[in-house]
């Protein structure tokens, strides 16, 4: 693998599923790639998750690695060609991406969205540029426009907290009587069975919008939908819902085939997943507000996730990427109560980021 960007990069979702399974059954068993190799993080934008998962995941590999903050005692750098390099600006990307990559055999970049051009952002000009110039394989760690290890973890998460075949409606016996989920992120995954990975009805995930008082990137909703489709489209029984207000509509090259229910106690019933993300506006449906935050967030507060909405889900499990806001988002009792995903959905963000650094060293 060349570069992780894409739901696609990954190929068959059941295999990168069993890949995550064999990982986590002994994550030490492939140290002899990772020997005499370089894995080279680096940071535009802040991060604890991202940071501390994928240097573990690197170093279970056998790997070194060199985290830098270009922010934190770096040269502050220019991105745009043709530039007067009169400003701020001590050194252009152009010649710092060929140097870090001489460093290294692997480079991770983490460069959000900045809101100034739709175009930009969306173009992922930043990373491209990583792309070209480094001749290093490069893994998105969270982009202008993706989080996919973000959206892997979250598909692992899924898949370990399904049965299968999964309990209906009504039937007593939820797998959280079986296993608690704080523990869960340690179990091996679940088996498969039959043809698909889950047998049954498919299970009901939810996307749902919630209020922030400052603008985000869509990148984690953007990744978490794509591979929500990818995965629904490969077999793997998931019937994907997304609920946000009016003007946050997602791009349509993440999101086309998904449904989208404005109502979000509608979106809500029966689901079994609730995956709660803010995101400023996409500029789809409103070219002209891109990145913004369409409206007070005070007059917003009943998209809060709380005991109101998870009340008409199938006893849904709760799940957030983290850093999250509490009582902006999700409300305490929620976020701390036993169908909580929190915790083990962070856990595997070293699986997913494992999975991929195996397959890159695998391709070098
Ligand atoms: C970032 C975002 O919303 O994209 C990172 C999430 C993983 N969150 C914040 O900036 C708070
Ligand atoms: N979820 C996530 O990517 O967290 P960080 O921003 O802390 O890395």
């Not at 890949?19 to 934008?45: C, M, P, S």
């Not at 090259?253 to 109502?263: I, L, S, T």
């Not at 409300?331 to 070293?350: H, M, Q, W, Y």
Request: proline share 5%; net charge negative.
């Amino acid at each position: 693998m060349k570069v992780f960007q894409h739901v696609q990069d990954l190929g068959d979702l059941s295999v990168a599923l069993a890949e995550a399974q064999e990982v986590k059954r002994d994550r030490y068993q492939w140290q002899h790639l990772g020997r005499n190799k370089t894995a080279l993080l680096i940071f535009f934008n802040n991060s604890l998750r991202t940071r501390l998962s994928t240097q573990k995941a690197a170093m279970n590999l056998g790997m070194n690695v060199i985290v830098l903050d270009v922010n934190q005692g770096a040269w502050k750098l220019e991105t745009e060609r043709g530039v007067v390099m009169d400003g701020d600006k001590s050194e252009h990307l152009l010649e710092a991406i060929p140097v870090m990559a001489s460093y290294c055999d692997l480079i991770g970049v983490r460069s959000f969205a900045r809101f100034e051009s739709r175009e930009d952002d969306y173009e992922e000009k930043i990373l491209n540029q990583f792309i070209r110039y480094s001749g290093r394989p490069v893994f998105f760690m969270e982009s202008a426009t993706v989080h996919p290890l973000q959206a892997f973890a979250d598909l692992i998460t899924i898949k370990e907290q399904t049965p299968s075949p999964l309990p209906l409606k009504g039937e007593s016996g939820h797998l959280q009587d079986q296993v608690p989920s704080q523990i869960h992120s340690t179990l091996p995954l679940e088996g498969e069975r039959g043809g698909g990975l889950w047998s049954g009805r498919p299970i009901k995930v939810v996307l749902t919008w919630a209020p922030h008082p400052r603008a985000l990137p869509q990148a984690v909703p953007n990744s978490f939908a794509e591979w929500m489709l990818a995965a629904s489209q490969q077999g793997l029984g998931i019937d994907f819902v997304i609920t946000h207000p009016q003007g946050y509509e997602l791009d349509p090259q993440f999101v086309q085939g998904a449904r989208v229910e404005y109502d979000q106690m509608k979106a809500f019933e029966g689901a079994d997943f609730i995956y709660a993300k803010n995101w400023s506006c996409p500029g789809v449906t409103r070219p002209q507000d891109y990145g913004k935050v369409l409206d007070d967030y005070h007059t917003m507060m009943d998209w809060c996730v709380s005991a109101r909405q998870m009340a008409v889900t199938n006893d849904a499990h709760f799940m957030h990427c983290l850093p999250v806001r509490r009582n902006m988002i999700v409300t305490d009792d929620v976020i701390e109560g036993p169908r909580s995903l929190v915790i083990p959905e962070a856990a595997n963000r070293e699986i997913s980021a494992q999975v991929v650094l195996k397959r890159m060293l695998e391709s070098l």
